[in-house]
């Protein structure tokens, strides 16, 4: 038996290859959209990849599960479990065989089956391992998908929260107490396999190792520490992140089947030019992916700034319209790679891309050259009744503490909320450290709002810089969000 692990670090997302040697075959479990990885992996080991799986229907990524289909002609396993609302829409075109709890299937000798595991989504699977050819003929692990990760139990708030489905979270919350009740019968030794690592937003405390024992998780995972129900409702509920509102664009697009990526227009390729760039800003969003030092010395007016880096994906995700074009100032050696970050999240309409580097060399007489400036906590620290003060943090660091003055409106709904903002006075906008802050000040001025100031080092710089404050009133301990 072959098992290879597969992780993507934007979306903190883990899958998997498990092939069977002996018969020279493979199944993919939670693949991700792009499937070049697994191919190569496949042929690389002289297997061919003759199964695809999921364990549910995935919120925060393009499922690759289609594609798989498509390329390699593998049957698809998916998920017969949950009401119709949460039903595969695209199974009828590919060899398939939907699953129900207590089902068993094959790749080689290799044998899955099927434990219906709801709490994080109504129709989540987990698959149970053996391998028939070792001589154990004992389960070898289980692949618990957003079920149960290392540290942590996937939040069941989703539906209600990212796809409007009223009621749900406490009704899978009270399915996650049960199906963690099935957990704990499982033998400790069995090894566990979730889908996703730390800085998911699938769960609110994920560990950063990549798999884990079913019983160092009963000794160590925190949600499996209770054992009155009404307890653990309470603690699962408490403290979950945002739900980023695309989540439920990715719910139904998976649900439905994304396009195959060889079916999308092509990304045209534009010659350096602030003429067309200036056509750009008036037929969708242009993206500046630079890092936001340098969109912040200089910029073309109108584009917005989302640094390509570990939390690109995320904040396009929030930010970006999925029925507006988006264009991309890009550098040559990252575009390809910058292209693939946004199909993982579904966002297939990039028309056209520009070499981001000439920007660098513009000058500044040049027609809608901008760029904004940032302040240092010092600078204005006595000054704060000049300005609007805006805190674009997540709403547990604001309800931890925050600045008297400021009001808060999270980064990722801050498109939606332009217009609670006044614009008597200059805006000064901060996050923890300054780099959400950035992204808020581009999208600020993209919108009009002509002065703005970023706050250097964020909120973190400004508790260093009002130590003695800290004991006296100047920083709130605890706030309400507008």
């Known amino acids: 038996m072959l098992i290879k692990y597969f992780y993507d670090e934007k979306l903190a997302h883990a899958s998997y290859l498990v092939g069977c040697q002996a018969k020279g075959v493979a199944i993919v479990i939670d693949p991700s959209r792009d499937i070049h990885s697994y191919l190569n992996t496949a042929k690389a080991n002289g297997l061919s990849i003759t199964g695809v799986t999921e364990t549910h229907i995935h919120a925060d990524y393009i499922s690759g599960s289609k ?23 695209f199974v009828d075109q590919y060899d398939s065989q939907l699953l129900k709890d207590g089902d068993c299937f094959s790749i080689g000798n290799l044998t899955f089956e099927v434990m219906h ?76 396999w979730p889908a996703h690592g730390a800085g998911s937003a699938c769960g609110k405390a994920l560990g950063a190792v990549p798999s884990s024992t079913v019983g160092y998780e009963k000794l160590a995972n925190w949600a499996l520490q209770y054992e009155e129900e009404d307890l653990f409702i309470e603690a699962l509920l408490t403290g979950q992140p ?32 602030l003429t067309v760039v200036q056509e750009w800003t008036q037929n969708g969003i242009v993206v500046d992916t630079r890092q936001a030092l340098l969109f912040a010395e200089k910029h073309r007016a109108g584009t917005i ?72 906590p010092k600078e204005i620290m006595d000054k704060l009744d000049e300005y609007y003060v805006l805190d674009v943090r997540q709403n547990s660091e604001w309800m931890e503490r925050h600045i008297p003055q400021a009001h808060h409106i999270m980064l990722g709904h801050l498109k939606d909320r332009m217009n609670e903002i006044p614009r008597e006075k200059p805006l000064l906008v901060h996050c923890k450290s300054g780099a959400r802050s950035a992204i808020a000040v581009s999208l600020l001025k993209a919108n009009g709002f002509d002065r703005v100031l970023n706050l250097t080092g964020g909120f973190d710089q400004w508790i260093k810089e009002n130590n003695e404050a800290l004991n006296s009133t100047e920083l709130t301990v605890k706030g309400k969000s507008n």
Do not use: C
């Open 67 to 89: 594609e798989l289909a498509s390329k390699t002609g593998a049957k698809l396993y998916l998920t017969d479990e949950g009401d119709a609302d949460w039903k595969y829409q």
């Open 117 to 192: 595991t709801p709490g994080h989504t109504p129709e989540h699977l987990s698959f149970l391992l053996t391998d028939g050819g070792s001589a154990a003929q004992a389960p070898i692990g289980l692949f618990t998908g957003d079920f149960v990760f290392a540290g942590d139990v996937g939040r069941p708030d989703l539906l209600e929260r990212a796809a409007g489905v009223n009621g749900s979270a406490y009704s899978l919350a009270k399915k996650m107490f049960k199906s963690l009740q099935r957990f704990k019968q499982l033998p400790d030794y069995l090894q566990v």
């Open 242 to 273: 945002e739900a980023p509102k695309y989540f439920g664009i990715m719910k139904r697009l998976n649900k439905l089947g994304a396009t195959l990526i060889e079916n999308l227009e092509p990304v045209l390729h534009s010659q350096p030019s």
């Open 305 to 376: 700034n989302l640094p390509y880096n570990q939390s690109f994906v995320t904040w396009a995700g929030w930010l970006l319209d999925y029925d507006q074009p988006i264009y991309l100032l890009v550098s040559k050696d990252k575009e390809a790679e910058t292209l693939r970050a946004l199909r993982s999240i579904g966002l297939d309409q990039v028309k056209a891309a520009m070499d981001s580097t000439f920007i660098e060399q513009l000058e500044w007489n040049e027609r809608d050259v901008a760029d904004y400036q940032a302040v240092e």
